[in-house]
């Protein structure tokens, strides 16, 4: 599992018009190639009726899988300046569809890859993009007589809480980076004056917004 990578937020749409044509791109995140297709067939089937739905996308931790669709547009025109894109910007997992309805002037190829690309850029713009960091989830469970300095620390700390469970006793759940495992282990058990059980969770992936 990768440490880190960007992808799109989730799935929007966004046009532009240029040159009397309009261009809208539709985004999504797709784990793989079959999500990816029916998220195009999707589009397709809203926009049955539109010149072209040209697509791209990125798939896998190595970028194993690229696959870019001109549907009709002079070739290398459409699919490949999206799949540009969505490389230049480090994105996996991310489906692109760019819509297009003519709008009656010709853009000639540069003007296409220029427009196909823009709209896919600035259909991440307005979308968004975020970084997922894998964390692993530490479970720090302790008498209810610490809930307040422990939840105080925490939250003036650079780890997140993810979860407070009130039972019998009381259990955190934080996200900690791997590396910073045994540190965290540490703290808690200083803080508490060796009176806090800790233990591993699951490891997750935690996304925060990413701006270039």
């Known amino acids: 599992m990768l440490q880190s990578y960007l992808t ?3 799935n929007g749409t966004h046009e532009i018009v240029i040159e009397k044509s309009r261009f809208i791109c539709h985004l999504s995140r797709v784990s793989s190639e079959e999500e990816a297709q ?7 089937k809203q926009h049955w009726n539109a010149t072209h739905n040209c697509s791209a996308y990125v798939i896998g931790e190595n970028d194993q899988i690229q696959k870019a669709n001109d549907d009709g547009e002079p070739s290398g025109t459409a699919g490949v ?6 490389k230049k910007r480090n994105l996996k997992d991310t489906c692109a569809v760019v819509t297009r309805y003519f709008g009656g002037i010709k853009l000639g190829a540069g003007g296409l890859i220029r427009a196909y690309g823009k709209s896919v850029s600035e259909g991440l713009n307005h979308v968004g993009v975020v970084e997922r960091k894998l964390m692993r989830v530490m479970h720090t469970k302790v008498d209810y007589t ?3 300095k422990l939840e105080n620390e925490l939250r003036e700390s650079p780890y997140q809480i993810k979860d407070v469970h009130y039972t019998d006793e009381v259990e955190f759940e ?3 980076k791997e590396s910073d495992k045994q540190i965290f282990t540490e703290w808690m058990t ?12 699951i490891q997750i992936y935690l996304e925060e917004a990413f701006n270039n």
């Open 38 to 44: 029916d998220f195009i067939h999707t589009i397709k």
């Open 81 to 86: 300046p999206m799949l540009e894109v969505l």
């Open 190 to 201: 200083e803080l508490t004056n060796g009176k806090s059980e800790n233990r591993e969770g």
């Open 174 to 176: 934080t996200y900690v």
């Open 146 to 148: 610490w809930i307040g």
């Open 8 to 10: 799109v937020s989730g």
